[in-house]
T-cell receptor, first 114, second 109 residues
Framework: DGGITQSPKYLFRKEGQNVTLSCEQN?????MYWYRQDPGQGLRLIYY???????QKGDIAEGYSVSREKKESFPLTVTSAQKNPTAFYLC?????????????FGPGTRLTVL | GQQVMQIPQYQHVQEGEDFTTYCNSS?????IQWYKQRPGGHPVFLIQ?????EVKKQKRLTFQFGEAKKNSSLHITATQTTDVGTYFC?????????FGAGTTVTVRA
């Protein structure tokens, strides 16, 4: 089955710890994205990547880091510098970032920082 | 930067009634997309509108793209319990989609 997988579904961490969220896709898509979703605020873009070994900051990149070493993978690290990390994190991919780039979302990871 | 506003934030609908959610962009869009997120789920693509004034239908859902390509609407007729969820519009800029805050729909049976 083609699609996007995110793991784990639920993640708990202590304050001050870095944590890495996994995102893998087998759709052969060039572009990948990370969003953060908080209640009542829709989807906010953290980082996106148009191609392997290249990525750009989105609207709320502070306290986050990413890498894109393989086309299929786009892991997100939530660092201790992120002041309010508890949220629902969604990874998405699309064939292109340009016009017509319909996005396919993974099931999400719900991160809770204690 | 590009901003997409969506209203209303919440819509409580009696089963069988119609409702509309609206989306407005601060800039002209190349296209607009609509997604639906069921409770506890992830956003799923519904449709994309590209042409000025375009209207598309999916069963009881009617999507419109404004003449100026800065606004869009989603109209649902005869609401059913399966319509529960959050509907997002997303405006396409040069390199990214800008999502509205969504309209969360609940249905009274």
């Amino acid at each position: 089955d083609g699609g996007i997988t995110q793991s784990p579904k639920y993640l708990f961490r202590k304050e001050g710890q870095n944590v890495t969220l996994s995102c893998e896709q087998n759709l052969n898509h060039d572009a990948m994205y990370w969003y953060r979703q908080d209640p009542g605020q829709g989807l906010r873009l953290i980082y996106y990547s148009q191609i392997v070994n290249d990525f750009q900051k989105g609207d709320i990149a502070e306290g986050y880091s990413v890498s894109r070493e393989k086309k299929e993978s786009f892991p997100l690290t939530v660092t201790s510098a992120q002041k309010n990390p508890t949220a629902f994190y969604l990874c998405a991919s699309s064939k292109t970032t340009g016009a017509g780039g319909v996005q396919f979302f993974g099931p999400g990871t719900r991160l809770t920082v204690l | 930067g590009q901003q997409v506003m969506q209203i209303p934030q919440y819509q409580h609908v009696q089963e069988g009634e119609d409702f509309t959610t609206y989306c407005n962009s601060s800039t002209t869009l190349s296209n607009i997309q609509w997604y639906k997120q069921r409770p506890g789920g992830h956003p799923v693509f519904l449709i994309q509108l590209v042409k000025s004034g375009e209207v598309k239908k999916q069963k009881r859902l009617t999507f419109q793209f404004g003449e100026a390509k800065k606004n869009s609407s989603l109209h649902i007729t005869a609401t059913q319990t399966t319509d529960v969820g959050t509907y997002f519009c997303a405006g396409q800029g040069d390199y990214k989609l800008s999502f509205g805050a969504g309209t969360t729909v609940t249905v009274r049976a």
